[in-house]
């Protein structure tokens, strides 16, 4: 079982910054990769990075490249989510889960989940 507890989440105006964090328990943590997703209201979840759990490779949706940035710290069993240039439109709860295996970035090809964090922007 892994644990997963994400915060850094809050009010920021147009424009600012966040550095969301996904802390893991309960397996090794090097073994899992991770992803962020967002859900806003009325909306579905939709995928927003995603970092390997061996090269650390990273990937990201296509609308959101050169704003957020993913890393992960395996020493300190941390994923983290930098935003920059937050638009009222990145309004959403951001939720990280944690998978072993590979495969497309859709929520169902996840295992894990946090309870989420809710990231609000201001215009």
């Known amino acids: 079982q892994v644990q997963l507890v994400e915060s850094g989440g809050g009010l920021v105006q147009a424009g600012g910054s966040l550095r969301l964090s996904c802390a893991a328990s309960g397996r090794t943590f090097s073994s899992l990769a991770i992803g962020w997703f967002r859900q806003a209201p009325g909306k579905e979840r939709e995928f927003v990075a995603h970092?390997?759990?061996?090269?650390?490779?990273?990937y990201y949706a296509d609308s959101l490249k050169g704003r957020f940035t993913i890393s992960r710290v395996n020493a300190n069993d941390t994923v983290f989510l930098e935003m920059n240039s937050l638009k009222p439109e990145d309004t959403a709860v951001y939720y990280c889960?944690?998978?072993?295996?590979?495969?497309?970035?859709?929520?169902?090809?996840?295992?894990?989940w946090g309870q989420g964090t809710q990231v609000t922007v201001s215009s």
């Open positions: 889960a944690a998978r072993s295996g590979t495969g497309p970035f859709l929520p169902g090809k996840y295992d894990y």
């Open positions: 970092i390997r759990r061996s090269s650390g490779s990273t």
